[in-house]
């Protein structure tokens, strides 16, 4: 990497502003926007938002922001206020220049989208200082302007090589050194490979000739990949960027010709910039190659990776490789000792991964060769995620008509049908000679079905849905092009109706834009309740921020840990010889190490910290191998020999249902009513099975912890966890140590989602156990494959059902089995079962109901908390069986749902009254908002007139239970400091990860004290300021440490009353001193307990529920399953916020995170329905694989609204919790777009309920709509 940027000057975060000298623009926008919240990802947002001002001339359009930031993942947010902060730097128009214009409804919209409500209703809140009324804001720096010619002009004068406008006064600037730096060859030697440059062909050559098996390095993302995660060993890399002939980029009379070594960035930009010189009807290919350019990777990729680079990889699912094929691209191979060849594309691809290229030669350029009158080249690519991922099935597409329009040439290549990119040549000759017409096309179709066939059980898996891709391919091949030829030539005319334009459509994404409506505090006075930012946004968006993996420890080693490769085996033998003689190797530490209990677990201790004898499933730690840097440590690890004997392993749901391995402690069951009986009475039944999959947290700072071993047997740790308290507990008793020896302690971590309540205690014991014998500080920090690997995830569930119910809908009996893969531990699959079951009504009211849960052992790593705990699953099982009821009936969902919700007082299955029940009120407000009826009838409208696209509109509800349902969870402490300069300290039990706990206690406490809330600070969580507490977990926090702040916020204030009273306008400090003179103290410890709940079992487990509604509408691609959400609206009830804009980020996260969930995020694991994958692995370990939400992902237009006048009397200033409850509103966009796929059934002759398993991926989406055979496809033509 550092011979990599040999001549560049690389800017970090930290250089462009910080929160002591100042922010840069763009990192004060995403402060005061609320972008950060656990500010994890913040520096990736603010340095692609800073190379894109860098990079643009003028200001960047807001479709190029957002393309720009598809790139960066964040796991927080759900995107939104991040785009609505770099907005403010868009290209100018009327509206943005200043901060408000009025909304035609007569509202007040604000540039960072708040909303100021319309008149009469109670006022909303603006945010940030910059949005002054009337300020004219400079496009580009999205300052305050007096420019009067704002945009381009303010933004291109340029000085010194930095553009003025564009950035503020500390601009870093380009040095001056390096402006005349020539790049000179380089050999340079490292402990691993010889890093070669080379500048001119001949040394390339050279250098080639003299060490063939070098590895050739352009942008390094296939070669780095291989490196870091195929552990691949390359002692010679030869960087081929800075050679002339490779980088060059020429316009020839028949085409063009770019370099090997031009990156996809620079290839886009030539290609794209050629219309304005080159008649439109040569550049046909060009477009094709941008057009898959467009969904190649993200810009930071693309910045880097150069065409050669993903030609010589060679991957059968290379996006560029067959659309060259399909063009007629020739490459171009040189080597020193032979004669230059060319190789046509259609050629060059031989096996998987294999090339012809032999190990001297280079790939020097590649020729595209313009297309002729009547010649046309399509892409075409189908993925998990539009942005960012790589293709399912990816296709490149040509023919060449004459002016009779008889096929004259055709090129067919697809990529993600075989080991290869393979050349349909059965397709093109069945089409060459053919007149362009239906008749043509049907014998293709047949073509295409002899010639691409994936293999049932052929690696990748999903084999009808790549097979009825290739042929939905070929057909939209064949409509696009007859509608261009129609366009072009006045005597070819189609024949298809008006309904099949949908074909056509390529997908087209407006920028998107949001909307949020709250409501302020009444008094000026009031602290709570106002929209102050995250109190370290600042530190966060500047990377100054600290988390675990960044505390300096001197002298510390790092450890890497030994993990099962078998999925249930006996431990034959563990051998570290090999890995001991590796240097800077300090040691193997296993179960042999642990001078207390090798037994850990939450429940029970059902676990060994380290495998003994069996292992149980995949990644089960065995050992742990200190060394002196985390890369030595790893590489040793990899040494570690172990011995199996494997036996037979449970790796399926189905699989333990069948053997009926469930954990036999655990015995959950809900009755209600006398369910038997009322299945006698009601009128109609139906029964069945579902299925929802499992869910990886992917919090963007991986599981990380450091363990410092101290004088007289005490150990201070620092943990990304959500549970310090457990942790040291955990250490403690592995250590034989008690618990007020261990310190442990946290700043703040990047996202926990509930992974990092218990998977995370195992992990700082392991490292205990290594730094306790070492007596030295170790570090542990997974790597992201490992830690999706071994850590746990969201539950999956399958439900079996029965439900019984009236002619008008009235639900009457529900009898329900629910079983989830717990793995091979318990951890917290108890509650999370508890949680399910006692979901399982959603928001309607069933009045016999019996509830079963089983937990299912297997052969897969323990799974654990997340988001919801359980409460999606079950309110998705009771929406999965209303929406089936609904269609027997022939009624729509939404009068179902409306029929069954529950009304105010009402009992839950579980017997619990619903008191102050919002439910109604969210549900009637998301409809008006919404114009659901009319978007309904659009929507209908929209289906009849089009054939291949189809909408879906879907408004789900939530509720969702506030209370840890173990009893003595729900209890919390605080320590609160005054200091005689009148700031305060709080600390509580409480950990930050993004939810903005502390912002909020900064807030209760000012309130509570009567103090700016600048003056309130908290550092850190330490289990040696608040001792036992429970986890930061079940939404809980705000309530429980909210109180405890509050309890001793009073104690001080209430000695301080006395003081007050004296003097009632003496500012803070004044009183704060008078007191501290007369011996008053000024600290105090709150506590706080949640009033009247029993825990899970009594006849309160939950303090209150939180209700929401939300409706989305979406569109589907019929033909390949291609989806995006059109808008969503959403209604929360929080009852009165402590801080709106923080709720609402916890809003469109929780949304966004759970249209994960239900929409796009798959886990694929070896077990028999995946036999390609090794047994017990997990495949999808990574973001190449696993596919989170992106910006583009996010609804085009995204509204969301805090119910007012819903103050909740049950908790701290008549506030609700708001971390999980809206999670599950993201049903609403599965439910349209099984809505959706309905359409699409009903217009394929497909009448009637069918079952949509969650994710509802393109694959899942595709099938359902049905006719995915090629003799459909033909009977459409
Ligand atoms: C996050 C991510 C997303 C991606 N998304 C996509 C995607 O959407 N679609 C897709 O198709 N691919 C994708 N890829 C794969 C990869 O980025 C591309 O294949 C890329 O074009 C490789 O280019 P590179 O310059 O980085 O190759 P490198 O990693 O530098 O090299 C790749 C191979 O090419 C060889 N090579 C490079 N130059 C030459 C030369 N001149 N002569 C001979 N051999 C040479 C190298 O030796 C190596 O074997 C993605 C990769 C990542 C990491
Ligand atoms: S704020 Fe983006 S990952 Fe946490």
């Known amino acids: 990497?550092?011979?990599?940027?040999?001549?560049?000057?690389?800017?970090?975060?930290?250089?462009?502003?910080?929160?002591?000298?100042?922010?840069?623009?763009?990192?004060?926008?995403?402060?005061?926007?609320?972008?950060?919240?656990?500010?994890?990802?913040?520096?990736?947002?603010?340095?692609?938002?800073?190379?894109?001002?860098?990079?643009?001339?003028?200001?960047?359009?807001?479709?190029?922001?957002?393309?720009?930031?598809?790139?960066?993942?964040?796991?927080?947010?759900?995107?939104?206020?991040?785009?609505?902060?770099?907005?403010?730097?868009?290209?100018p128009s009327a509206t943005s220049y200043t901060r408000e214009t009025i909304r035609s409804d007569g509202g007040l919209e604000c540039a960072n989208g708040h909303i100021k409500e319309a008149k009469g209703e109670s006022g909303a809140m603006e945010n940030g200082k910059l949005e002054a009324s009337g300020v004219q804001i400079c496009p580009t720096t999205g300052q305050p302007c007096s420019c009067t010619k704002p945009g381009p002009l303010c933004a291109t004068s340029v000085k010194n090589g930095v553009e003025e406008g564009l950035m503020s006064s500390k601009e870093p600037i380009f040095p001056v050194e390096l402006r005349k730096h020539v790049p000179a060859s380089l050999a340079l030697p490292g402990t691993t490979s010889t890093w070669h440059r080379p500048v001119t062909m001949p040394e390339l050559l050279g250098l080639k000739a003299q060490h063939p098996s070098a590895k050739l390095v352009g942008g390094n993302t296939e070669v780095g990949i291989e490196m870091k995660f195929k552990h691949a060993d390359y002692p010679v890399l030869i960087a081929v960027t800075h050679v002339p002939e490779l980088k060059k980029m020429e316009v020839e009379d028949d085409g063009v010709r770019v370099g090997a070594s031009c990156t996809l960035t620079q290839i886009y930009q030539l290609l794209s910039g050629l219309a304005d010189e080159i008649p439109k009807y040569k550049l046909s290919a060009f477009e094709a190659i941008?057009?898959?350019?467009?969904?190649?990777?993200?810009?930071?990729?693309?910045?880097?990776?150069?065409?050669?680079?993903?030609?010589?990889?060679?991957?059968?699912?290379?996006?560029?490789?067959?659309?060259?094929?399909?063009?007629?691209?020739?490459?171009?191979?040189?080597?020193?000792?032979?004669?230059?060849?060319?190789?046509?594309?259609?050629?060059?691809?031989?096996?998987?991964?294999?090339?012809?290229?032999?190990?001297?030669?280079?790939?020097?350029?590649?020729?595209?060769p313009f297309t002729r009158r009547q010649e046309y080249v399509r892409e075409f690519k189908q993925a998990h995620r539009r942005e960012d991922d790589i293709a399912i099935v990816t296709a490149g597409m040509r023919v060449w008509l004459s002016d009779d329009f008889v096929v004259k040439e055709a090129g067919i290549s697809y990529g993600g049908v075989a080991a290869k990119t393979v050349t349909a040549s059965k397709v093109e000759q069945a089409l060459v000679g053919c007149l362009w017409g239906k008749e043509a096309m049907k014998m293709a179709l047949d073509a295409v079905k002899e010639e691409v066939c994936v293999p049932v059980g052929a690696p990748g898996g999903m084999a009808e849905f790549r097979n009825s891709l290739a042929a939905s391919f070929l057909f939209k091949f064949f409509m696009r092009v007859s509608y261009d030829l129609e366009a072009d030539s006045p005597a070819f005319k189609h024949t298809f109706g008006q309904d099949c334009q949908s074909a056509v459509e390529e997908f087209d994404r407006p920028p998107s834009c949001g909307t949020q409506y709250f409501a302020e505090p009444t008094s000026e006075f009031d602290i709570v309740g106002k929209p102050e930012r995250h109190r370290s946004a600042d530190v966060q968006v500047?990377?100054?921020?600290?988390?675990?993996?960044?505390?300096?420890?001197?002298?510390?080693?790092?450890?890497?840990?030994?993990?099962?490769?078998?999925?249930?085996?006996?431990?034959?033998?563990?051998?570290?010889?090999?890995?001991?003689?590796?240097?800077?190797?300090?040691?193997?530490?296993?179960?042999?190490?642990?001078?207390?209990?090798?037994?850990?677990?939450?429940?029970?201790?059902?676990?060994?910290?380290f495998a003994t004898e069996i292992v149980t499933c995949v990644g089960q730690v065995i050992g742990v191998i200190v060394g002196e840097t985390q890369a030595i440590?790893?590489?040793?690890?990899?040494?570690?020999?172990?011995?199996?004997?494997?036996?037979?392993?449970?790796?399926?749901?189905?699989?333990?249902?069948?053997?009926?391995?469930?954990?036999?402690?655990?015995?959950?069951?809900?009755?209600?009513?006398?369910?038997?009986?009322?299945?006698?009475?009601?009128?109609?039944?139906?029964?069945?099975?579902?299925?929802?999959?499992?869910?990886?947290?992917?919090?963007?700072?991986?599981?990380?912890?450091?363990?410092?071993?101290?004088?007289?047997?005490?150990?201070?740790?620092?943990?990304?966890?959500?549970?310090?308290?457990?942790?040291?507990?955990t250490v403690a008793e592995t250590l034989g140590i008690p618990i007020n020896k261990v310190v442990c302690k946290t700043k703040r971590i990047g996202g926990g989602f509930g992974g990092k309540e218990t998977r995370s205690e195992f992990l700082n014991a392991v490292t205990a156990v290594a730094a306790w014998s070492l007596r030295k500080p170790v570090r542990l920090c997974l790597d992201r494959d490992e830690d999706m690997k071994i850590t746990g995830q969201r539950h999956a569930f399958i439900a079996k059902y029965r439900v019984g119910f009236n002619k008008d809908g009235r639900i009457i009996a529900v009898d329900l089995k629910c079983y989830s893969n717990a793995g091979n531990s318990l951890d917290l699959s108890p509650p999370?079962?508890?949680?399910?079951?006692?979901?399982?009504?959603?928001?309607?009211?069933?009045?016999?109901?019996?509830?079963?849960?089983?937990?299912?052992?297997?052969?897969?790593?323990?799974?654990?908390?997340?988001?919801?705990?359980?409460?999606?699953?079950?309110?998705?099982?009771?929406?999965?069986?209303?929406?089936?009821?609904?269609?027997?009936?022939?009624?729509?969902?939404?009068?179902?749902?409306?029929?069954?919700?529950?009304?105010?007082?009402?009992?839950?299955h579980f017997g619990q009254p619903l008191e102050s029940c919002q439910i109604r009120s969210c549900w009637e407000e998301v409809l008006s908002r919404s114009d659901y009826e009319m978007r309904k009838a659009k929507v209908q409208e929209f289906n009849s007139n089009s054939r291949f696209k189809k909408r879906g509109i879907a408004v789900t509800t939530t509720k969702f239970g506030i209370a840890f349902t173990l009893y003595l969870m729900n209890q919390a402490g605080a320590l609160v400091h005054v200091y005689t300069d009148g700031s305060v300290l709080v600390t509580h039990g409480?950990?930050?990860?993004?939810?903005?706990?502390?912002?909020?206690?900064?807030?209760?406490?000012?309130?509570?004290?009567?103090?700016?809330?600048?003056?309130?600070?908290?550092?850190?969580?330490?289990?040696?300021?608040?001792?036992?507490?429970?986890?930061?977990?079940?939404?809980?926090?705000?309530?429980?440490?909210?109180?405890?702040?509050?309890?001793?916020?009073?104690?001080?204030?209430?000695?301080?009353?006395?003081?007050?009273?004296?003097?009632?306008?003496?500012?803070?400090?004044?009183?704060?001193?008078?007191?501290?003179?007369?011996?008053?103290?000024?600290?105090?410890?709150?506590?706080?307990?949640?009033?009247?709940?029993?825990?899970?079992?009594?006849?309160?487990?939950?303090?209150?529920?939180?209700?929401?509604?939300?409706?989305?509408?979406?569109?589907?691609?019929?033909?390949?399953?291609?989806?995006?959400?059109?808008?969503?609206?959403?209604?929360?009830?929080?009852?009165?916020?402590?801080n709106p804009a923080i709720d609402i980020g916890q809003v469109e996260g929780g949304f966004v995170q759970g249209m994960g969930w239900l929409c796009l995020e798959e886990l694929v694991w070896g077990d028999k329905a995946n036999a390609w994958v090794r047994p017990g692995h997990l495949q999808t370990c990574g973001p190449g694989t696993y596919k989170i939400p992106t910006a583009n992902d996010i609804p085009i237009d995204f509204r969301v609204s805090l119910l007012r006048n819903a103050a909740n009397p049950r908790a701290v200033h008549s506030s609700k919790a708001v971390g999980e409850p809206p999670f599950y509103l993201s049903a609403s966009a599965f439910f349209a777009l099984k809505d959706a796929c309905y359409s699409a059934r009903r217009a394929a002759g497909l009448e009637g309920w069918f079952d949509l398993k969650a994710p509802a991926t393109p694959e899942r989406l595709r099938l359902a709509c049905g006719r995915t055979d090629v003799e459909s496809l033909k009977e459409e033509l």
């Open 1 to 91: 990497m550092q011979y990599a940027v040999e001549g560049m000057h690389v800017i970090t975060v930290e250089g462009i502003g910080n929160a002591r000298d100042g922010l840069h623009p763009v990192q004060e926008r995403l402060s005061k926007a609320h972008g950060s919240q656990c500010g994890f990802c913040t520096p990736g947002f603010v340095m692609s938002m800073y190379s894109l001002l860098r990079n643009t001339r003028g200001s960047p359009t807001e479709l190029q922001i957002e393309e720009c930031l598809a790139g960066n993942l964040c796991r927080c947010t759900g995107y939104r206020p991040i785009l609505d902060a770099f907005k403010g730097f868009a290209q």
């Open 290 to 368: 941008c057009g898959q350019l467009r969904w190649f990777a993200g810009h930071q990729i693309r910045n880097v990776a150069t065409l050669g680079g993903n030609i010589v990889t060679g991957s059968p699912i290379s996006d560029l490789n067959p659309v060259l094929i399909a063009s007629g691209a020739v490459f171009s191979i040189a080597a020193e000792s032979s004669v230059d060849r060319k190789v046509p594309a259609r050629a060059f691809f031989l096996g998987y991964r294999k090339v012809d290229l032999k190990p001297s030669e280079v790939l020097v350029d590649i020729f595209i």
């Open 542 to 609: 500047s990377g100054e921020a600290q988390y675990t993996d960044d505390i300096p420890v001197s002298g510390c080693l790092h450890a890497a840990l030994v993990t099962s490769s078998k999925p249930h085996a006996l431990i034959v033998s563990v051998d570290p010889s090999d890995a001991l003689l590796v240097p800077g190797v300090h040691g193997y530490f296993d179960h042999k190490h642990v001078p207390g209990n090798n037994m850990w677990g939450p429940i029970l201790h059902d676990e060994e910290l």
């Open 633 to 729: 440590a790893q590489r040793a690890a990899r040494l570690v020999s172990v011995e199996y004997d494997e036996l037979p392993a449970i790796l399926s749901i189905a699989d333990a249902i069948e053997a009926e391995s469930f954990f036999p402690s655990y015995r959950g069951q809900i009755d209600c009513g006398d369910v038997d009986k009322a299945f006698l009475d009601c009128d109609h039944e139906i029964s069945g099975e579902f299925e929802c999959g499992g869910q990886e947290h992917f919090y963007l700072e991986p599981q990380t912890c450091v363990v410092l071993p101290q004088e007289n047997e005490e150990l201070l740790m620092y943990a990304s966890t959500q549970a310090l308290y457990h942790h040291a507990e």
């Open 832 to 908: 999370i079962m508890d949680r399910c079951l006692s979901h399982s009504d959603c928001t309607y009211r069933i009045p016999n109901m019996r509830a079963r849960g089983f937990l299912c052992k297997m052969n897969i790593p323990s799974n654990t908390a997340f988001r919801g705990f359980g409460g999606p699953q079950g309110m998705l099982f009771a929406d999965m069986w209303l929406d089936r009821v609904a269609l027997s009936l022939g009624k729509r969902p939404e009068e179902i749902r409306e029929v069954n919700m529950y009304c105010e007082g009402e009992l839950t």
């Open 990 to 1138: 409480g950990v930050e990860m993004g939810q903005g706990l502390h912002t909020k206690m900064c807030q209760v406490a000012a309130q509570a004290l009567g103090v700016p809330f600048e003056t309130v600070h908290i550092s850190e969580t330490s289990t040696d300021k608040v001792a036992n507490a429970s986890p930061s977990a079940a939404s809980q926090s705000s309530d429980l440490y909210g109180g405890a702040v509050m309890d001793a916020c009073k104690q001080i204030a209430d000695r301080l009353a006395p003081y007050r009273s004296q003097s009632p306008d003496a500012p803070f400090v004044e009183i704060v001193k008078k007191a501290y003179a007369d011996r008053v103290d000024l600290s105090a410890h709150g506590f706080f307990i949640t009033p009247d709940v029993t825990g899970w079992g009594g006849k309160r487990p939950f303090n209150y529920f939180c209700y929401g509604a939300a409706c989305s509408e979406v569109e589907l691609d019929v033909l390949t399953g291609d989806w995006h959400i059109l808008r969503t609206d959403i209604v929360m009830d929080v009852g009165n916020p402590l």
